[in-house]
């Protein structure tokens, strides 16, 4: 027991260290010699902003989404604190995957940015004369089919076919930074891709070397994930560096899918009457998500809650502190995101099977799934 | 005015011409809105007829045919090299996607698009736009078209993705369709127009429901396939002339989109008795569903009732028998001979290249390693000319390595004995054994096949798969007892490794039996004919060159096993000397020797 006990101080500590106020947001970091160059020569991409912005059709309104209420959860834990670590969305066709990350987007409350930065960064505290303004946070997604250097970033063409001259153009890891980076079919990106994604999502900064150009820059994102399990399963390297999983499946009863088709077909026929319709209700999200992220760090994680979480973990086995932290973190959010003072066992309970699901040792010889032996831990620990 | 073909009184009967003839209606009308059509049929006559009838009906709206092995550059778009060079700035080039905006784009050998393709496919349909972010460009061009899907697939498991079927609201075969069942055309270009100002027709919920309810009773899972239906009901109204639509609009959207996804019949025992089909397993070419002359004839009933009924008429003889006799499951036969044999495939095909490092055993793909070094020369050439050197400079960073298919992916085919002989106890542990390697393939990512084989035959359980969870399921599921047909079991082995071959990919066959066969080729008891039927198909085995291994499953090591083995000239493993770990990892270790 002493063990637990100190496992569950070493996630406190971890934890009171993230809400004493280090946002992790340093701003520019354009540290290397070639920053000056780099600093001149950057220029946002060419491309019209904002989806809507292009005479498309607004995004499905999030609180218009029927059911799946795990996937919504999901999405809304990693927007209050996105060092949960991204969420990865697995399931059946047509269960709106795609449909919950976009409409995410128009949820959002406006971040502040410093003017001009191409990677939207935070102003920096004690620096004066900085102008700023209110973009909204990025929802990018990355296309299927998209080139290397279009993700990471590389040398401007234009600029070099014009002028000769070395000029960097930021790519999609940049436009991510301090917002969310959508991958639909994530089983199906090019495996290079995927390793590249993977290492800038750790180290929450992009590093390019490209033509004697040395760029590095903050590429702090949420990556949010969705795939088909019948297309292919995850590489398991790929699967525990996702914060939360959450599993969709179609929903079986007749009222839920006539709601379902209803709704869409609604939306199909006229999209700007349709989320005029919801815009109050999606509104009433947003205010709860901006109320949950200023509680956060107010929220208390009780020794009790941390060793019911330690518990919980050595129970199924999971390796190492990231399932306990991310356990804990989502526990935390939710009770942000509900108005709760501290981490109450309900919390952890309802968080535990997205946060732990895609971490248990894969048992071959075990029938059950490992939703099931997550709520079976569960049932050991908290009792029926 | 009426449209021809308006209600179900104008139309005497629906033979399946009637039913691919609206839905062409349907796609000329606004397919984008739907989707589109999977159209499984082989190249010929009936196909053509019906490719021509859709774009006369269409008029003058664009229409681009996309190549099943169309690279990303032709598809999505990207930098237009030539111009760029010539221009001395980024041009872009318009994909193939961005081109056919407002049109038809008809997929050619859809069942051969590879999963990566039909998805960005399904990316771009799902969004209205291509995005691309592609060899330094970055821009987003709105496109909305209808596809047609030309699947020419012959065996069962030759289907296009589902991925893209599953976003196409019609699905039509006329594989079975002779020329002669090509009737004159009822709509033309005009009727098409006139429909076009009613194509937002409205639908009440009572209809909405009743469609829900008639897709979930048909064991359809996708919501998505009953939001189709209710579009294409809107359109099938459209059609007819009226502004809302009728309860014979929605029975034909049912016929149309939910009767050939149907699973299952629904669950009123009485009507699924009348509708018992004839035993015959392949539809034959003069049997359309019969039972539709009686349904447009009926008067109309309670909504449910109708839309469920006219679905159920809908639904192919074919899929009947299948659904009933097998349980939806694919009985193994010998895989045809569907398509072109890749002659590149056993060496490994060039998929696309990639920016690396030339080490060892990488090729250079010189074409892209130039594409990617030109644009830059303008900028090198520059910087070079201060040092006094001219020419092309091609640096590291630009060179490409070509990818090829083979080397990553193999697909490991297990073949079960469930006969009672490997005696029930050793199934399981073969099963152990199984689960084990499951685990192994996945993750190595290699497709995974089990193959079944006890009393008179063999059966694919599982077709080729990535998905550990289908596995395990079918494995789960697996029943036992009976005779031992283990020539069968070869060659469907053999059949379906050749179909894994020709898909670019290496098969490897792991059989688990104690080799004890005692069905011979023709379905005959006979232990002696039975024997000598499973070396000859273990020699055919050995004569097309698969990579095998024999694991033996009866409780003493037998002769006739190792026999076997060494006739298809693979490795052979006795179960007893090893726990299933043991057997993993020898499986293991042998498969990757074999690569």
């Known amino acids: 027991m002493d063990g637990l006990l100190d496992h569950a101080d070493v996630v406190g500590q971890h934890l009171r260290r993230e809400s004493g106020g280090d946002s992790g947001e340093t701003g520019s970091a354009l540290a290397t010699p070639a920053a000056a160059i780099a600093r001149r020569a950057l220029r946002a991409p060419k491309r019209a902003a904002a989806p809507p912005a292009d005479g498309r059709a607004p995004p499905f309104p999030f609180s218009a989404i029927v059911a799946q209420e795990e996937m919504k959860r999901a999405l809304l834990l990693a927007a209050i604190d996105p060092s949960i670590g991204g969420v990865l969305i697995f399931g ?6 795609s449909t919950a990350v976009r409409a995410l987007a128009a949820l959002l409350p406006p971040m502040r940015a410093v003017v001009g930065d191409p990677y939207q960064a935070a102003p920096r505290a004690g620096v004066r004369g900085q102008k700023t303004h209110l973009v909204p946070v990025p929802v990018v997604d990355l296309p299927l089919g998209a080139t290397e250097d279009r993700v990471v970033g590389a040398l401007d063409l234009e600029k070099a076919l014009a002028s000769g001259e070395k000029a960097f153009q930021p790519g999609l890891l940049a436009r991510a930074n301090r917002g969310f980076l959508y991958i639909d079919e994530a089983n199906l990106l090019e495996d290079h891709l995927v390793d590249v994604l993977l290492d800038v999502a750790a180290s929450g900064e992009n590093v390019v070397e490209r033509e004697g150009l040395s760029i590095r820059h903050p590429a702090r994102f949420v990556l949010v994930g969705s795939g088909n399990p019948e297309e292919g399963e995850l590489r398991p390297q790929l699967l525990d560096r996702f914060g939360l999983s959450v599993e969709v499946a179609t929903p079986v009863d007749l009222p839920t899918r006539i709601a379902v088709v209803k709704r869409r077909d609604a939306y199909d026929r006229d999209p700007r009457g349709f989320c005029a319709q919801w815009q109050t209700a999606d509104q009433a999200i947003g205010r709860r998500l901006t109320a949950g992220r200023k509680r956060l760090a107010q929220i208390e994680t009780s020794d009790a809650a941390l060793t019911r979480v330690a518990e919980l973990c050595l129970h199924l086995g999971t390796d190492g502190l990231r399932g306990e932290l991310t356990l804990m973190r989502a526990a935390r959010a939710l009770a942000a995101l509900e108005g709760a003072q501290e981490v109450l066992d309900v919390h952890i309970r309802t968080v535990a099977p997205m946060a732990l699901r895609h971490r248990l040792r894969r048992n071959p010889l075990d029938e059950a799934g490992s939703t099931v032996r997550v709520e079976r831990a569960l049932a050991e620990v908290f009792g029926p | 005015m009426t449209v021809p073909g308006a209600s179900a009184t104008e139309v005497p009967a629906l033979t399946p011409w009637r039913i691919a003839e609206i839905a062409a209606a349907l796609l000329a009308l606004d397919g984008a809105s739907i989707g589109g059509v999977s159209l499984r049929a082989p ?4 196909r053509e007829a019906w490719l021509t009838h859709l774009s006369t009906l269409r008029g003058g709206a664009p229409c681009a045919r996309m190549p099943a092995g169309i690279g990303d550059a ?17 041009v872009a080039e318009r994909g193939l996607l961005a081109e056919v905006d407002g049109g038809v784009l008809i997929v050619a050998m859809a069942e051969r698009v590879e999963a990566a393709t039909a998805a960005k496919l399904c990316a771009v349909v799902d969004a209205g736009a291509v995005t691309v972010e592609r060899d330094g460009i970055a821009l987003t061009v709105p496109t909305r078209f209808a596809i047609v899907a030309l699947d020419e697939g012959i065996a069962a498991d030759e289907r296009p993705a589902a991925a893209l079927t599953d976003r196409l609201a019609l699905r039509l075969d006329l594989t079975a369709l002779s020329h002669r069942e090509v009737e004159p055309p009822v709509f033309d270009a005009e009727s098409i127009a006139a429909a076009r100002d009613r194509v937002a027709a409205t639908i009440d919920d009572e209809t909405i429901a009743c469609l829900c309810t008639a897709a979930l009773a048909l064991g359809i899972g996708s919501t998505r396939t009953a939001l189709q239906a209710v579009k294409v009901a809107r359109l099938v109204a459209a059609l007819a002339g009226r502004e809302a639509v009728a309860p014979e609009d929605a029975a034909l959207a049912a016929a149309l989109v939910l009767a050939p996804r149907a699973t299952q019949l629904p669950a009123r025992s009485e009507e699924a008795d009348a509708h018992e089909p004839e035993p015959e397993s392949d539809p034959q070419p003069e049997s359309p569903p019969s039972e539709s002359d009686d349904q447009a004839a ?18 192919p003889a ?36 990639k920016a690396g490092d030339l080490r060892c055993g990488a090729r250079l793909d010189v074409v892209e390693t130039l594409r990617a070094a030109a644009p830059w020369q303008r900028l090198r050439q520059s910087e070079a000319a201060m040092v006094g050197r001219n020419g092309l400079i091609v640096r590291r960073e630009d060179f490409r390595i ?5 080397r990553s992916e193999t697909a490991t085919l297990f073949v079960v ?3 009672g002989s490997s005696a029930l106890q050793r199934l399981a542990e073969a099963k152990g054994a199984v ?3 499951l685990a192994e393939c996945y993750v190595r990512r290699d497709e995974v096949a089990l193959i079944a084989f006890r009393k008179a035959q063999a059966e694919i359980v599982l077709p080729p798969t990535r998905s550990l969870v289908a596995a395990e399921r079918a494995l789960a599921g697996l029943p036992g007892g009976g005779a031992t047909p283990l020539a069968t079991a070869i060659e469907a082995a053999c059949a379906l490794a050749d179909a894994v071959r020709r898909k670019g990919r290496t098969p490897a066959l792991v059989f688990m039996t104690d080799g004890r066969a005692n069905i011979d080729r023709g379905g005959r008891q006979g232990r002696a004919q039975a024997q000598a039927d499973a070396l000859a198909a273990a020699r055919s085995l050995r004569g097309e060159g698969f990579n095998a291994i024999l694991i033996d499953t009866s409780p003493q090591p037998q002769p006739q096993a190792a026999d076997i083995a060494a006739a298809m000239g693979g490795l052979y493993l006795p179960l007893p000397q090893a726990d299933a770990a043991g057997v993993g990892r020898a499986v293991g270790l042998a498969l990757a020797a074999g690569r």
């Open chain 2, 43 to 46: 190249a010929g006559t009936v």
């Open chain 2, 318 to 353: 074919g899929l009947l028998a299948q659904l009933l006799a097998a349980g939806g499951r694919t009985k193994a036969r010998a895989a045809g001979r569907a398509g072109q044999l890749q002659k590149a495939a056993r060496r490994g095909r060039i998929i696309g290249s």
């Open chain 2, 402 to 406: 070509a990818r090829y298919k083979q």
């Open chain 2, 74 to 90: 032709r598809l999505l778009g990207g930098l237009d090299l030539t111009a760029t060079l010539a221009m001395g700035r980024p």
């Open chain 2, 298 to 315: 009926a008067p109309p009933r309670d909504l449910d009732e109708m839309v469920l009924d006219a679905a159920k008429a809908a639904i």
């Open chain 1, 92 to 97: 059946d066709r047509g269960t709106g995957k």
């Open chain 2, 435 to 437: 689960r084990l390697l």
């Open chain 2, 417 to 419: 004995d469930a006969s």
